[in-house]
Structures are given as structure tokens and as C-alpha cells.
Nanobody, 120 residues
């Protein structure tokens, strides 16, 4: 029932910016945390950024100072502003959320992924 829909991916040149968005919907009572993971070809999926309901954030060392995660709790939406993009940022980016649905405990949900390609 819960679904996460990502948007904002695309092809950009090094140094440019993208803004990813993820909206959660479907029987949501509360969202404990939302974040972004990415997976490049041949590599493990890694945490990029995460934000809790209270606003605490965590970032991968590789994106600190370049990426900013934010959320709109009222809209069950999280954003990832990606500046100064590098070729090594190329990956499929997946939205993740820890969501409490009506009548259940917290569970993990994933978006289908959006491609970010940084290339000249």
C-alpha cells in the first residue's frame, strides 16, 4: 500500500546540480526517517543521506558539503539537493523510508530508483 515515488534524476555535466524528490503515500501514520541510497554499477548500495522526523541528518563522507537533505513532514516528502556533481556520483538513487502505518510497527520501504548520470 505504501509507495515511494522519486523524481528529479537525469543527465548533467560535472559541476552542475540536481534536486531529487521523494514522496511517500498510502496509509501513513508517521515517518521515522527518510533517506537516499545509491548504487553504482558493480558496487554495493550505500547510504548517501538520511534525515529523521526530528531533523537530525547523516551524510556519506563523499557528499558532505555538496549534498543537502531536507524534508517536509506535512507532505511526507524528502528532497536531496545535489550540488557540484562529480562523475563518481553517477548511480541509481533509491529513496528509503521507515514508516509507521496505521495499526502496524515501523517497516522499511523503498522507491524504484532514479538514475543520476554525471558525464561530459
Amino acid at each position: 500500500q505504501v509507495q515511494l515515488v522519486e523524481s528529479g534524476g537525469g543527465l548533467v555535466q560535472p559541476g552542475e546540480s540536481l534536486r531529487l524528490s521523494c514522496a511517500a503515500s498510502g496509509g501513513i501514520f508517521s515517518i521515522k526517517a527518510m533517506g537516499w541510497y545509491r548504487q553504482a554499477p558493480g558496487k554495493q548500495r550505500e547510504l548517501v543521506a538520511r534525515i529523521t522526523r526530528g531533523g537530525d541528518t547523516n551524510y556519506a563522507d563523499s557528499v558532505k558539503g555538496r549534498f543537502t537533505i531536507s524534508r517536509d513532514n506535512a507532505k511526507n516528502t524528502v528532497h536531496l539537493q545535489m550540488n557540484s556533481l562529480k562523475a563518481e556520483d553517477t548511480a541509481v538513487y533509491y529513496c528509503h523510508a521507515a514508516i509507521l502505518r496505521w495499526g502496524t510497527d515501523y517497516n522499511d520501504y523503498w522507491g524504484q530508483g532514479t538514475q543520476v548520470t554525471v558525464s561530459s
